[in-house]
């Protein structure tokens, strides 16, 4: 079965700063999806970015960037010029790509805490 | 973007009572919703998966009769908890994928549902 390890429980970072959240997987699958996840107080969650194991370029998103290291099995998140809206819980999720159609589950990690100071 | 809904946003009930919790694609047909369970700063665990029009997988260690689930449409899943008592209380999410979606596509969340059970 597939593992999802966020070794960081709670980050800060200042605003405007950059910020690296870490993320490591294991899994026997050659083919998958790596997403980061947003929650903010609401709780509501938000895709921030995807990356594609297939693919050797990392993923962008306006300020956001992964780090996608598939020989080390690591996919960190690179947030710059943080904002306080920035500020949530963020998590690092893992999809197997053998089941199309949808039914293929996210596999989460336990979440990093991100604070954004003023 | 596309819209999942949860219905009730917050639901109060007695121990041993069953509530309803309702989970609708508003502007999409899915083929599979997912529900899943959050403690406080805690991450997600998956409940079960349900695909329209069969019966729902549960995660180990879920029970299938305390957590009914009904996916009757394309558009409506339903988590039952039944019976419930106090440490059924909980924040409760679904999430839902498109019809004939990808691995790698976007699973779109509810906004949840919180759960108390004096």
């Known amino acids: 079965a597939q593992t999802v390890t966020q070794s960081q429980p709670e980050m800060s970072v200042q605003e405007a700063e950059t910020v690296t959240l870490s993320c490591t997987y294991d899994t026997s699958e ?3 999806y790596l997403f980061w996840y ?3 107080p609401s709780r509501q969650m938000i895709l921030v970015i995807r990356q594609e194991a297939y693919k050797q370029q990392n993923a962008t998103e306006n300020r956001f960037s992964v780090n996608f290291q598939k020989a080390a099995k690591s996919f960190s998140l690179k947030i710059s010029d943080s904002q306080l809206g920035d500020a949530a819980m963020y998590f690092c999720a ?3 790509a053998w089941d199309w159609g949808g039914s293929e589950k996210l596999v989460f990690g336990k979440g990093t805490k991100l604070t954004v100071n003023p | 973007g596309a819209v999942v809904s949860q219905h009730p946003s917050r639901v ?3 121990s041993g009572t069953s509530v309803k919790i309702e989970c609708r694609s508003l ?3 899915a083929t599979t919703m997912f529900w899943y369970r959050q403690f406080p700063k805690q991450s997600l665990m998956l409940m079960a998966t349900s ?3 069969s019966k729902a997988t ?3 260690g879920v029970e299938k009769d305390k957590f009914l689930i009904n996916h009757a449409s394309l ?3 339903t988590l039952t908890v039944t019976s419930a008592h106090p440490e059924d209380s909980s924040f409760y999410i679904c999430s839902a994928s498109a019809l004939r979606g990808a691995p790698g596509d976007e699973q779109f969340f509810g906004p949840g549902t919180r759960l108390t059970v004096l």
């Open chain 1, 30 to 32: 050659s083919d998958y």
């Open chain 1, 38 to 40: 947003k929650q903010p």
């Open chain 1, 94 to 96: 893992y999809r197997s």
């Open chain 2, 12 to 14: 109060i009930c007695k």
């Open chain 2, 27 to 29: 502007d999409f047909q």
């Open chain 2, 51 to 53: 695909n329209e029009g």
């Open chain 2, 58 to 60: 549960y995660e180990q």
């Open chain 2, 75 to 77: 558009t409506l899943s």
